[in-house]
């Protein structure tokens, strides 16, 4: 099947001449083979949307169908590689194009050549079906590789090769097919007839706009610990949810994300960078190679992948790089495994996908973006969930990305939109990121809606009283919200000191436990745990200050103590392995309040 252009609009092509093409059907255009995708179908001619700069395309140049769709190849190799939007790997790339990507360069998506060593699990006249587990492959020190049946395939296992090495090209079993099964679907990456036999490779193709099946969603009901205070105790994230980081320039949406791929108890993490700065990806590939997992001690792109489309790259594959990332995550998730996605940031990708609409001069809806923003936005998050995996086994995907608003400007379209699909809100505050808070995470127009789906995991995992405690300390804060609109017009000193306990409690939270350092090694991560006992030792503090003003003791007289100091130190002070060390502070709070009430009786 083949065409030939008919007009360039940029990424964009107008190709006549053919009467095979179908619609997601990935093309190969012009002499040098550019990797192009059929995104419309009409009676004369088609409109491709091409993944390379297009720049000396003329009209007469023949555009080749490959009769496939646009498809990752999923298999071992992925762990701690590096893709771009379309899944070439970018160490493969610069060997035959140099530093920057060349136009029309092939490679494949997984090395070919590498041998792994593969164990089965699985012998010859096993019934087997879609995302049953037949082999394993150790991937990295950290992942092994669960080697499944592909969904669509059922039937008895005609043959399985012996244990040893094999590449992703090896045939490693024969499936006899099922006649009462579906059809295969998934060797060429799309529906196909069905074939008496189904040959299994290490490696399998999944068209990346289709989301993989699974057996059933269940509600989200444990949280994905990330070991960074705001979130885990204020606004929670459960494992198979949804986040967005919404933030103007320099809030700190990148490094928030880069902590909790660092932190997160996710098992592997795909990190998309569609449309940011080449520097903020290659800080992620420099320091996750010398960082070590925290619950493996191995390093951590041992479990991590990563898609790069940066902001030089064409946009077209950055509209596609996402459904790159969310395919691989779905690959693991298959396996059994919880993932975490880190998108930064769908600004860029909504930004793209206002560039092709414009270019097919569609519509345009609110600030130029396609009336269809919204349903594509849904359709990338929704493909998050906690899942049943075909196989049985318990999984997730989280879906967390970045917002990039222009001007911080929360009601534009994308962070709008974004609102009405995520369960979390991490709004990010210019002047607290200006006044070094970090995580420059709002806590005034931030929330979380998985609290009460959660609240029976942190009552049997950390403690019965952790929500209440925490809604004492939000409760806190948005007091001092409040009593700061009359602080700004007359002071705090006509206050009254129950109000003024009220504004230096406020202080001592979000210092000493809002606020974190990345940097320090105690307060880089900090396991509930302690997070609660933090909680437990500041209202401690809140309940004694206030028995003492009950009796009359002057704020002054309070403030002159550096209990309140001593107490935001905490977090310095003490390490993660024994939270039962912060029960001093208990007895240091006490002291100072036995010393005020005897001073002053």
């Given amino acids: 099947m083949t065409g030939a252009i008919f007009g360039v609009n940029g990424p964009v092509l107008t190709v006549t001449g053919q009467d095979g093409f179908r619609m997601s059907e990935m093309v190969l255009v012009g002499e040098e083979r550019l990797i192009g995708e059929v995104i419309g179908i009409e009676a004369a001619r088609s409109t491709v949307q091409v993944f390379e700069d297009t720049t000396g395309l003329k009209p007469g140049e023949l555009v080749y169908g490959t009769g496939s769709q646009l498809a990752a190849t999923l298999g071992p190799g992925m762990i701690g590689n590096i893709f771009d939007g379309i899944q070439r790997p970018l ?65 008895a296992l005609k043959k399985v090769a012996p244990d040893g090495l094999y590449n992703i090209k090896d045939v490693i079993a024969i499936v006899a097919s099922d006649a009462s099964g579906p059809k295969n679907y998934f060797q060429d990456g799309e529906e196909a007839p069905k074939s008496p036999e189904t040959e299994i490779f290490l490696a399998q193709k999944w068209p990346i706009r289709n989301p993989r099946p699974v057996k059933q969603r269940k509600m989200v009901d444990r949280p994905l610990i990330t070991g960074q205070r705001i979130i885990d105790t204020l606004f929670p994230i459960g494992k198979g949810g949804m986040a967005a980081i919404p933030g103007g320039f320099g809030t700190g949406k990148t490094m928030t994300q880069h902590q909790l791929a660092k932190w997160s108890d996710a098992d592997i993490i795909v990190y998309i960078g569609c449309g940011e700065r080449g520097n903020e990806m290659t800080e992620v590939l420099e320091d996750f190679s010398k960082l070590k997992d925290p619950r493996t001690g191995k390093a951590l792109m041992d479990r991590t992948i990563l898609i790069a489309n940066t902001s030089n790259m064409p946009v077209a594959a950055r509209e596609a790089s996402i459904y790159t990332g969310i395919t691989i995550a779905e690959y693991y998730r298959d396996m059994g495994y919880h993932v975490a996605i880190m998108a930064d ?9 206002r560039e092709l609409s414009g270019r097919l001069e569609e519509m345009p809806a609110e600030e130029g973006f396609p009336a269809y923003l919204a349903s594509r936005l849904s359709s990338f998050y929704e493909r998050a969930g906690n899942i049943t995996a075909l196989n049985g086994k318990s999984a997730s995907i989280t879906i967390i990305g970045a917002v990039s608003p222009q001007g911080a400007d929360f009601s534009e379209p994308v962070t709008q939109n974004t609102k009405r699909f995520v369960r979390v809100f991490w709004a990010l505050d210019r002047s607290l990121a200006y006044a070094r808070h970090f995580p420059a995470i709002q806590w005034l127009t931030s929330y979380s809606e998985y609290l009460d789906d959660m609240q029976p995991w942190y009552e049997a995992n950390v403690g019965p009283d952790f929500l209440t405690h925490r809604q004492a300390l939000l409760r806190i804060l948005y007091e001092e919200s409040d009593l700061m609109e009359i602080v700004k017009l007359i002071g705090s000193d006509v206050l009254p000191d129950s109000q003024r306990l009220t504004l230096e409690i406020a202080r001592v939270i979000r210092l000493g436990f809002v606020q974190q350092n990345a940097y320090h090694a105690f307060d880089t991560y900090v396991p509930f745990a302690k997070q609660l006992k933090m909680m437990e030792i500041i209202l401690y503090l809140n309940e004694k200050c206030r028995k003492l003003i009950s009796l009359g003791i002057s704020m002054n007289v309070l403030k002159a103590c550096d209990i309140f100091d001593q107490v935001i130190a905490i977090k310095y002070n003490t390490g993660n392995s024994d939270p039962a060390q912060l029960n001093s502070y208990f007895k240091e709070i006490d002291s100072f309040y036995g010393r005020l009430y005897e001073n002053n009786a």
């Fill in 91 to 155: 160490r493969a790339i610069e060997k035959s194009s140099g530093v920057f990507i060349s136009r029309g360069v092939h490679v494949e998506n997984l090395d070919t050549e590498k041998k792994w060593e593969v164990k089965f699990l699985a012998h010859s006249g096993d019934k087997v079906s879609g995302g049953d587990i037949i082999a394993q492959v150790q991937e990295s020190p950290s992942i092994t590789n669960w080697v499944m049946i592909p969904p669509g395939v059922k039937g």
């Fill in 345 to 353: 940031s769908t600004s860029r990708w909504a930004e793209a996908l």
